[in-house]
């Protein structure tokens, strides 16, 4: 198969993953992790701890959660579009 | 599949930090080596780490009605093998663990174990039974979607054995009933995944085909330290 087929396939595969999930799915979309943990206190399990660095006064504020993920993404994101980048350029060399 | 702070007990804690410790430090031997003995591997080992930052960060919804996160150690220990690959994922749930409240350093032990050890080490043996005989689009897809899924898999596993010792409960029960949180969330996601990092599977086989020389030689044995 051609690569460019491939992509437009694969990224289609996903847009119509993620669409159909969005459009299909009456969800609140909660996270896994914190279900397991639900799960877990439905087993009588109690958490020892909740967190800990917050009492020893490391606590960051919620709203930097979400730019601290984004910055997360963007760390990845640049390192592979400066590896494709490169590839591209010595290519054409 | 990040476990939080104070869901395992803190013996459980020390197990999974001695479970990690021999992968994780072959893995800097390793990662100390390639480094010194192949400074031009330094952008694709980038590559790899990048791969686990950029895929991990991504909260995505499911078709379960709950959201959940890709892994991205596919392409890690598939280059560079499982101790490597522990490294790298250490590096990213420190940094969530730290600054993302995300996991958490009691649970540190057992979030490798998962996301960078038993669940890449899963996609590594399909990885080298697939690439004998299909395209690098196809092995890698296998490669990293069963990775993701084995994770989840193990994190099910870690939780059922906690809420068993602690609060003597039957593990097969706890163990479905985590399975059924975590994994079904995760096979979509797992098959995305899949789909993305076959896609750059691919694209590497055409534009850098040098690079799975390195996957050649990458041993299946996570204690190997040959580069």
Known sequence: MDNKVLYIVGFAIIAILFVGTLLMVNGEFGGSDDAGGEVAEDYGYEPWTDNWMADIGFELPGETESFLFAVQAAIGAIIIGYFIGTNAASKKE | ?227
């Open chain 2, 1 to 227: 599949m990040h476990i939080m702070e104070g869901f395992l007990d803190p013996m459980w804690c020390a197990v999974w930090f001695v479970v990690m410790a021999p992968f994780f430090i072959v893995g800097v031997i390793k990662l100390r080596k390639i480094l010194r003995d192949h400074p031009e591997q330094k952008m694709t080992v980038a590559l790899a780490g990048a791969f686990i930052f950029l895929l991990s960060s991504l909260k995505l919804p499911s078709v379960t009605g709950s959201s959940s996160h890709p892994t991205g150690t596919g392409i890690a220990v598939v280059l560079y093998g499982v101790g490597v690959c522990s490294v790298l994922a250490t590096i990213v749930l420190v940094f969530q663990a730290l600054l993302l409240a995300h996991g958490g350093f009691t649970t540190l032990g057992a979030n490798c174990v998962s996301m960078g050890i038993i669940g890449p080490l899963c996609g590594l043996i399909l990885w080298k039974i697939c690439s004998k005989a299909a395209g690098p689009f196809i092995s890698m897809f296998i490669a990293a979607a069963i990775a993701d899924l084995m994770t989840y898999v193990v994190t099910a596993i870690q939780m059922a054995l906690n809420v068993m010792t602690v609060t003597g409960a039957d593990f097969g029960s706890a163990f479905v009933d985590f399975l059924s949180v975590y994994a079904v969330t995760q096979i979509p996601l797992a098959i995305v995944e899949g789909i993305v990092l076959g896609m750059f599977a691919q694209y590497l086989s055409t534009s850098r085909p040098d690079i799975f020389d390195i996957a050649d030689t990458n041993k299946l044995n996570p204690f190997s330290t040959e580069v």
